[in-house]
């Protein structure tokens, strides 16, 4: 399977925390996206990273990507409880490819 | 920005019935649409990708007969589960990605599939 892998994969914080999720993937890529999807819903775009930039902040969000280890970060500071979601990173190679999500890491974040 | 209207967004039949779900790009072309189906509590999987004008290209384990796929102009796709079965029940979700390539895909709400 060519899907990544996402840690952890649950996470439950206290309002006002940071909370960060990895990701890692197999192949080379264009560029890597992170979604929020709040229970039963479709996906929300939060961030888009190239694969030739190292860091984006976008907020209270913060991506890293290190495409030699192949894996990814998203940290959000000071979380809120509308923060309670899942997140899924996605790696697309562009063009026609397809673009694949990781498993997700579900976050709580405790008012 | 972009918008992706998927509909409908909740569907309840019986057993034996063919569902059809609509995906349009409101405000740009699409030239590519890819429909998920995601499971409870899992990620999504891809299910096909399609490109306007030509047959739709299927991922290994998905069945064509099944699940059809038409991407009949830049703005629409349309994904039709025949005889669907309680197995069919999932959420499928669809996207859309414009003639930049490096561009992020579009994604709509999403649609609730369950089968009686």
């Known amino acids: 399977s060519q899907q990544g892998e996402e840690d952890p994969q649950a996470l439950s914080i206290q309002e006002g925390e940071n909370a960060t999720m990895n990701c890692s993937y197999k192949?080379?890529?264009?560029?890597l996206q992170w979604y929020r999807q709040n229970s039963g819903r479709g996906l929300v775009h939060l961030i888009l990273?190239?694969?030739?930039?190292r860091e984006k902040h976008s907020g209270r969000l913060r991506v890293t990507l290190d495409t030699s280890k192949k894996s990814s970060s998203l940290l959000i500071t000071a979380s809120r409880a509308a923060d309670t979601a899942s997140y899924f990173c996605a790696t697309d190679a562009g063009g026609y490819q397809k673009v694949t999500f990781g498993t997700g890491t579900k976050l709580q974040v405790i008012p | 920005g972009a918008v992706v209207s998927q509909h409908p967004s909740w569907v309840i039949c019986k057993s034996g019935t063919s569902v059809k779900i609509e995906c349009r790009s409101l405000?740009?072309?699409?030239?590519?649409m890819f429909w998920y189906r995601q499971f409870p509590k899992q990620s999504l999987m891809l299910m096909a990708t399609?490109?306007?004008?030509?047959?739709?290209?299927?991922e290994q384990g998905v069945e064509k007969d099944k699940f059809l796929i038409n991407h009949a102009s830049l703005t629409l796709s349309t994904l039709t589960v025949t005889s669907a079965h309680p197995e069919d029940s999932s959420f499928y979700i669809c996207s859309a990605r414009g003639q930049i390539s490096n561009q992020p895909q579009h994604f709509g709400d999403g649609t609730r599939l369950s089968i009686l």
């Open positions: 990273i190239r694969s030739n930039e």
């Open positions: 399609s490109n306007e004008g030509s047959k739709a290209t299927y």
């Open positions: 405000d740009f072309q699409a030239t590519t």
């Open positions: 192949t080379s890529i264009n560029n």
